[in-house]
């Protein structure tokens, strides 16, 4: 079975601090993504990336930035945590076969609380 | 341009009864059309997805979705409802650029005893 882990599943931060989220997918896929959830909005797409080093900007990247040094290994960082980034973060991967038509695995979720 | 739409935030069914929960899709060339369940506190976990063949997809957990091309929908069956089928619903379509999703609003479902 795929495993997407996530390094936490509560946070609570003060606003303008840096704060790192960090997801780890066993299944060798090149696919990444990080979502934010927010009721009545679905999931909104931030960032993905499709190679080591690789990054896109999703629907909504403003605030954000990734990182992804290693495969199997994808990183949000918030720069200046400010309270309106307050959401459920999701992390996913997927492996690159016929464009949009492989299941994306998604991960626990990060609740993120910015005080 | 790819999207979906989930026009029920909430829908209650009995136990036992059969449930539907509805999706429609705008997409430019062949849909990937997808449903994913999230139950309280967790992440998304996969249920079925049509990429082509049979309009009828059977899935996890005893649901199936019908494929309906002249109506651009793609609904969530399930012939007889459980408790624990409660939860958060999401429909997605593939997108053309390195599998991005679009994912619709979501719809809460509600089975009462």
């Known amino acids: 079975d795929v495993k997407v882990t996530q390094s936490s599943r509560y946070l609570v931060k003060r606003t303008g601090e840096k704060v790192f989220l960090e997801c780890v997918q066993d299944?060798?896929?090149?696919?990444m993504f990080w979502y934010r959830q927010d009721p009545g909005l679905g999931l909104r797409l931030i960032y993905f990336?499709?190679?080591?080093?690789?990054?896109e900007k999703g629907d909504i990247p403003e605030g954000y930035s990734v990182s992804r040094e290693k495969k199997e290994r994808f990183s949000l960082i918030l720069e200046s945590a400010s309270t309106n980034q307050t959401s459920m973060y999701l992390c996913?991967?997927?492996?690159?076969?016929?464009?949009?038509?492989?299941?994306?695995?998604f991960g626990p979720g990060t609740r993120l609380t910015v005080l | 341009a790819q999207s979906v739409a989930q026009p029920e935030d909430q829908v209650n069914v009995a136990e036992g009864n059969p449930l539907t929960v509805k999706c429609t899709y705008s997409?430019?060339?062949?849909?990937?059309l997808f449903w994913y369940v999230q139950y309280p506190n967790r992440g998304l976990q996969f249920l079925l997805k049509?990429?082509?063949?049979?309009?009828l997809v059977k899935g996890s957990y005893g649901f199936e979705a019908e494929f309906n091309k002249s109506q651009t929908s793609f609904h969530l069956k399930k012939p007889s409802a459980l408790v624990s089928d409660s939860a958060l619903y999401f429909c997605?379509?593939?997108?053309?650029?390195?599998?991005?999703?679009?994912f619709g609003s979501g719809t809460k479902l509600n089975v009462k005893p």
């Open positions: 049509y990429i082509t063949g049979d309009n």
């Open positions: 997605a379509v593939g997108g053309l650029n390195f599998n991005k999703f679009y």
């Open positions: 990336s499709y190679d080591v080093k690789m990054k």
């Open positions: 299944m060798d896929h090149e696919n």
């Open positions: 997409v430019s060339g062949n849909p990937y």
């Open positions: 996913a991967s997927s492996s690159p076969s016929a464009p949009g038509t492989d299941t994306q695995y």
